[in-house]
C-alpha cells in the first residue's frame, strides 16, 4: 500500500538550476504533464523555490524573466568570496567525516558577511509568489548550522514558507542563514542535492536533478533505494541545457537561455513522464 501515488523531489542547481527547473516545469505542463498535481513535493535549495512555486498553485512561467516577473528589485546576494571558498575546502574533505564538516559549514555560513536574513527572505518571497504553506504536502529541506543535523520544514513546522525558502537556499557564503525558532539553518543541499529518500510511500517518484551532470550518482542511488518507489524517473539537462548553463551554476546572467533550454528539453521530458505520471504504472 503506498502512501502518495505521485511524488516530486526537485534538486538543487543554483540560479541556473532554478532557471532550467522552471523552464522544464512550465513545458511540460503546456503539453499535459502538471507536475504541480504531486502528491508530494520534496524541495531542497532552489529546488524548494520551484516546489513551493508549485505545490502553491503558481505558474512555473512567471519566472522566465524573475527580476520582472517575480517582483524582486534585482538586488544580487552579497557574496563573501573568502568565506565561500573556505566552504568548498571543508565539503572537499567530508567524506571521512561529514557531520563535523557540516557543522564547519555551518560556522563559517554564520561568520560570512552575506547581508540581513530579511532581504533574503524577502528575495525568496518574490521568487515564490506565496506567503502560505499550501495544503498539498511539501518539504523543504534545511541544515541546522550549529549541529550539522538536516531538518525538514512543512507546513506543520512553523516556519513562514518564504523563510522555509530561503533557509533552504541559504548556501554558506552566498546568502545568511535564516533563523527559524531560535534556530539558524543553512542550505539543505550540503547533505544531498535531491533527498530524494524523504518521498519514501510514494508510487511514482520524479526527480528532477540540474546538476546531476556536474556529481557522481551514487548517493541518488542510495536514496531512491530508500524511497522505494514502484517507478522512478529521472530528469537531468542534457548536453544542450548543459551548454547553455556554462560553467558556474550561479551564473545569473544566463537565467533566460537556461529557462528556454528547460523549457525545450520538456517535449524530449514528456516522452519520458507521460505515462507514469498520468497512471502511476511503470513504464516498462
Known sequence: MYAHDRALALGAGGPVGAAWTAGLACGLRSVGVDLSEADLIVGTSTGAIIGALLATGQDPGRLVTPVRRA???????????RRLGEVFAVLGDAASNPVE?????GRIALAAETGPEQA???RMRAMVGADRWPDRKLLITVMDTETGE???????????????VAASTAFPGIYPPITISGRRY???????ATNAGLAAGARTLVVI????????????HRELAVAGARTVVT?????????????????RTVWEPAYQAGLRQAADAAEQLDFAWKTGSDTD
Do not use: C, Y
Open 71 to 81: 517582483g524582486s528589485d534585482g538586488t544580487p546576494p552579497q557574496v563573501d568570496g
Open 101 to 105: 564538516a557540516w557543522r564547519g559549514a
Open 120 to 122: 533574503h527572505v524577502d
Open 150 to 164: 538536516p531538518k525538514v520544514l512543512d507546513r506543520a513546522s512553523g516556519a513562514p514558507l518564504p523563510s522555509a
Open 186 to 192: 543553512m542550505d539543505g543541499s550540503l547533505r544531498s
Open 209 to 220: 536533478d540540474p546538476q546531476a551532470h556536474l556529481f557522481p550518482r551514487e548517493l541518488l
Open 235 to 251: 530528469i537531468e539537462p542534457d548536453p544542450a541545457s548543459t551548454r547553455a548553463f556554462g560553467s558556474d551554476m550561479n551564473d
